[in-house]
Structure formats: structure tokens, C-alpha cells
């Protein structure tokens, strides 16, 4: 939270083994970060801090497991929507890479939108933001990536996949002649 500044602001020991002579104010470094967050290069620019942070985490990994995933941040923001969960508040999707728990990108989304929107371009952006040398060997996604794109983009490009689907009378159906 923005205003957990103001503890940090009256943490002596903090301020004086990082030499913090001052904070900004939690608005000061609200509308310093809203006017960062509008301007198209600092997307690139955190992609390519985030690219070299996940470098160092991932050592020499050649492959990674990616998992997507939206969650709700609860707001009381003038701006927040409502959730499919009931709750006023934001539903950014995020991606992380399973194997170091590592963020390699984040979709900031409104509270009304459904966890299963552009998760195909979500994916992409995710790979796109790896480090050079890293490669998604595999995606793991709840019920919102049961999708036809995403399936066909997984076995086109090689990518291993676990996709979490509603059991319906059909697919049991399929299950239980595989099966047999």
C-alpha cells in the first residue's frame, strides 16, 4: 500500500542504514506512479530490469513451466469494478514461472474483466518476456485457458500443457471411451 510510506518515513533504523534523509508523501509517490505507469517506455524498460532479474533467478534453466493466473485485489478506489467474486476491486492477471516462483509479467485488468480474456497474448507476452537463452517448455492454467487458441498455440509451438476444464456430460463421455 502506498501509505505503508509513512512507516517507513518514521523508521529511524531504516533511514539511517539506507542514508534516507526524506520520503515523498504516499500522494507525492501515487501521482509520481500513475504518471510513470501511462508512458509506453517504462513498460519496456521493466521488461527489461524484470528479463534480467529472472536471468539471475534462473541460472543456467534453459526450460520453464509458466502459470497464469488472474487475482483479485480488493479496492476501495472510486475506479475499482466489481469481481466476479462480488468485491469491489482489480483482476490483474499474472504469470510466474513454477520453477523459481519468479513474476515474469503482469496484465493489470479491471475487476470486470473475465479472468479468460486475452490470455493467448498474455501467454505471449510472458514468453516474449523471458530472458535470451530461456525457453516456455510448458503452461499450466485454471478453466480460464480452456480455450481452442491457447490448445492450438501450445501443440503448434511445441508447449506442454495442463489445462484445467469443467467436466461436462460430453467430456466424461470422451474420458470414459478413451478409457475403456
Not at 524498460?45 to 533467478?57: H, R
Not at 469481481?83 to 499474472?94: A, L
Amino acid at each position: 500500500h502506498l501509505d505503508d510510506i509513512r512507516h517507513l518515513q518514521s523508521d529511524e533504523a531504516l533511514g539511517s542504514v539506507l542514508n534516507l534523509n526524506r520520503l515523498p508523501k504516499a500522494t507525492t509517490l501515487g501521482d509520481w506512479l500513475r504518471r510513470m505507469g501511462r508512458q509506453p517506455q517504462m513498460r519496456d524498460a521493466w521488461v527489461k530490469v524484470n528479463q534480467s532479474l529472472l536471468q539471475s533467478a534462473l541460472h543456467c534453466c534453459k526450460k520453464v513451466t509458466l502459470d497464469i493466473d488472474a487475482t483479485e485485489i480488493v479496492a476501495h478506489k472510486a475506479d475499482a469494478q466489481w469481481t466476479y467474486k462480488k468485491n469491489r476491486g482489480f483482476m490483474p492477471m499474472v504469470g510466474h514461472i513454477a520453477e523459481t516462483g519468479q513474476v515474469v509479467a503482469v496484465d493489470f485488468r479491471d475487476g470486470n474483466v473475465p479472468p479468460a480474456q486475452n490470455n493467448l497474448a498474455f501467454i505471449q507476452q510472458c514468453r516474449q518476456s523471458l530472458p535470451e537463452g530461456c525457453c516456455l517448455s510448458a503452461l499450466r492454467i485454471d478453466a480460464a485457458g480452456y480455450q481452442t487458441k491457447i490448445i492450438g498455440y501450445c501443440d503448434k509451438e511445441g508447449i506442454a500443457y495442463a489445462i484445467r476444464a469443467k467436466l461436462s456430460a460430453t467430456m466424461r463421455a470422451q474420458i470414459e471411451a478413451i478409457s475403456e
